[in-house]
T-cell receptor
Framework: EPEVTQTPSHQVTQMGQEVILRCVPI?????FYWYRQILGQKVEFLVS????????KSEIFDDQFSVERPDGSNFTLKIRSTKLEDSAMYFC????????????FGPGTRLLVL | GESVGLHLPTLSVQEGDNSIINCAYS??????FIWYKQESGKGPQFIID?????DKRQGQRVTVLLNKTVKHLSLQIAATQPGDSAVYFC?????????FGTGTSLTVIP
């Protein structure tokens, strides 16, 4: 069964450093999403991406964040200058071209900012 | 901001019993609702969804009920199994954004 994959599974970085989180969505999916989940808290929507552009973003997704689909398979989330409060689990998701609704989540990348 | 919340943080049920997990939402403009299951160390897993023009939708062993009058969503799991033990949370779509609840931890007692 096809699945969304994410790398790395864990990332430790120093405050102020840039990180890039990588995702490979399911191959025929056209809608892509990033979410984060701070430990013990709810999943929070960051951004949705369709047709090579951001379709929606939340208040969390400020200028420190950017997304990119550099090729036909990868979908990345970049945090330019990490802050302590960026420590969280980051989930990528993708959804089917027909409905654009049923989202399939990856296993997540646990980011720890020191 | 939006508010999607769960009534109970934990729920324990005997194996074979039915489980009901509840969720309240606040945005009357939300048009689509989803239930997810999240096991420890894994990403959320889609269980079932429902559009706002429906009151009930059934899947395999799961049923979602939507009461728009009181902005309430519930997930019913029939014949709960040990493998159903996980955190369950609802999500709503308002516009193009998704808002998630905190989650209910379901424990199935063998």
């Amino acid at each position: 069964e096809p699945e969304v994959t994410q790398t790395p599974s864990h990332q430790v970085t120093q405050m102020g450093q840039e990180v890039i989180l990588r995702c490979v969505p399911i191959s025929n999916h056209l809608y892509f999403y990033w979410y984060r989940q701070i430990l013990g808290q709810k999943v929070e929507f960051l951004v949705s991406f369709y047709n090579n552009e951001i379709s929606e973003k939340s208040e969390i997704f400020d200028d420190q964040f950017s997304v990119e689909r550099p090729d036909g398979s990868n979908f990345t989330l970049k945090i330019r200058s990490t802050k302590l409060e960026d420590s969280a689990m980051y989930f990528c998701a993708s959804s089917e071209p027909t409905s654009g609704e049923t989202q399939y989540f990856g296993p997540g990348t646990r980011l720890l900012v020191l | 901001g939006e508010s999607v919340g769960l009534h109970l943080p934990t729920l324990s049920v005997q194996e074979g019993d039915n489980s009901i997990i509840n969720c309240a939402y606040s945005n009357s403009a939300s048009d689509y609702f989803i239930w997810y299951k999240q096991e420890s160390g894994k990403g959320p897993q889609f269980i079932i969804d429902i559009r706002s023009n429906m009151d009930k939708r059934q899947g395999q062993r799961v049923t979602v009920l939507l009461n728009k009058t009181v902005k309430h969503l519930s997930l019913q799991i029939a014949a709960t199994q040990p493998g159903d033990s996980a955190v369950y949370f609802c999500a709503e779509r308002a516009g193009n954004q998704f808002y998630f609840g905190t989650g209910t931890s379901l424990t199935v007692i063998p």
